[in-house]
């Protein structure tokens, strides 16, 4: 991958910071952010949208004082 690729993802990536209160925001939100970063970089939205709900839910939960 491109160094401006990664740069693009990293940039989408720290949105994730901003997780949502409820297991289903946080869902939605790292979603958003996934097929965002995966359109920036070439790949598939779709499977950019399930990594990003799952990293971000995952994140969430282990760190419930990062996300509020």
Known sequence: M???NWIIAALFCTGLAACGQT??????????VGA???AA???SMGSG???GAAANVAYCQTNPSACN
């Open 2 to 4: 491109h160094k401006k």
């Open 41 to 43: 970089t070439g790949g």
């Open 23 to 32: 297991v289903g925001e946080q869902a939605i939100v790292g979603g958003a």
């Open 36 to 38: 965002g970063a995966s």
């Open 49 to 51: 949208a399930l990594v």
